[in-house]
Nanobody, 124 residues
Framework: QVQLVESGGGLVQAGGSLRLSCAAS?????????MGWYRQAPGKQRELVAH???????NYADAVKGRFTISRDNAKNTVYLQMNSLKPEDTAVYYC?????????????????WGRGTQVTVSS
């Protein structure tokens, strides 16, 4: 069973930066997993922010391109989300996700693992 624990959220002013971390455990094959970051703002659906494959190929939502960077350290089983030039509309709970395939990250289901989330609040 894969466990994911997020950290690094907090309160920041618009224009500031935060780095989120997601520590994964529970499988010796974590380096083969596709990892992603989702976010959910109050009253809105959860949306995929970015994901990274085992080969470190990345993909971003249009709303965060050029501002957010996803990376992974397979030796530490950790995925990061560097968030720069933050905007109030980035305020949300950010969730780490893991799956064996890109499809299971893009369309989460029973084969997708989730962390509990970390709150990011950007003040104007």
């Amino acid at each position: 069973q894969v466990q994911l624990v997020e950290s690094g959220g907090g309160l920041v002013q618009a224009g500031g930066s935060l780095r989120l971390s997601c520590a994964a455990s529970g499988s010796i094959f974590l380096h083969l997993f596709v990892m992603g970051w989702y976010r959910q703002a109050p009253g809105k659906q959860r949306e995929l922010v970015a994901h990274i494959t085992s080969a470190s190929s990345t993909n971003y939502a249009d709303a965060v391109k050029g501002r957010f960077t996803i990376s992974r350290d397979n030796a530490k089983n950790t995925v990061y989300l560097q968030m720069n030039s933050l905007k109030p509309e980035d305020t949300a709970v950010y969730y780490c996700a893991a799956a064996r395939t890109r499809d299971d990250i893009a369309t989460p289901g029973r084969n997708t693992y989730w962390g509990r989330g970390t709150q990011v609040t950007v003040s104007s």
